[in-house]
């Protein structure tokens, strides 16, 4: 009964105990719980505002419960089910007919890229850009005469002319005396002479 108490809000307790002619005054509602349960003229107040519910059992429904553990089944007892003849088919009349054609498979569609694409932005509500045609790029090898007069001009090798293939150190201008300084140390460390030295 405390607990049916407690649910009720603190307004509905102070009308329990004024229908009982108890003064409610300005309690807490623990303070009002428990003169609820000191007065018996307040708890008969509580029993005709809220009947309690009839605890009678709640019968099982008609349907199974998918949620019930499963019965127990004796697996070892078996139970014969009669098995009538079978009876030999029945000639029709009609000749079987051929096999009916299977429904064909749906054709799987294959969708070009642009396609998929197309798909794609009618599914999310965008709408399709196409892509841009990337322009040809122009032939490398220009005019092999242009290109001789631009590195006259700027005093570059044409690209043309260049040899293709391991690329070389840069030529350094060395003094005889930083070429001498590095022949003692190859000496001094035992590391081959390069053809700089």
Known sequence: MDTKLRALKVQELKEILSKASIPPGNAKKQDLINKILANPP?????????????????????????????????????????????????????????????????????????DKRKARAARFGTTYVEPIQQQPKKATGENFDKLKARAERFGAVPSATKVRGKRTAPVENVDPEEQERRRKRAERFGLPLSGKA
């Open 42 to 114: 307040a708890i008969d107040v509580f029993h005709t505002l809220h009947p309690p519910k009839n605890s009678k059992p709640v019968p099982p429904p008609d349907h199974d419960d998918l949620l019930a553990p499963p019965e127990e089944v004796d697996w070892t007892v078996e139970v014969s089910i009669p098995v009538e003849p079978a009876s030999p088919p029945k000639k029709s009349e009609q000749p079987p007919s051929s096999p009916a054609p299977a429904a064909p498979a749906p054709p799987t569609l294959v969708l070009s890229e642009e």
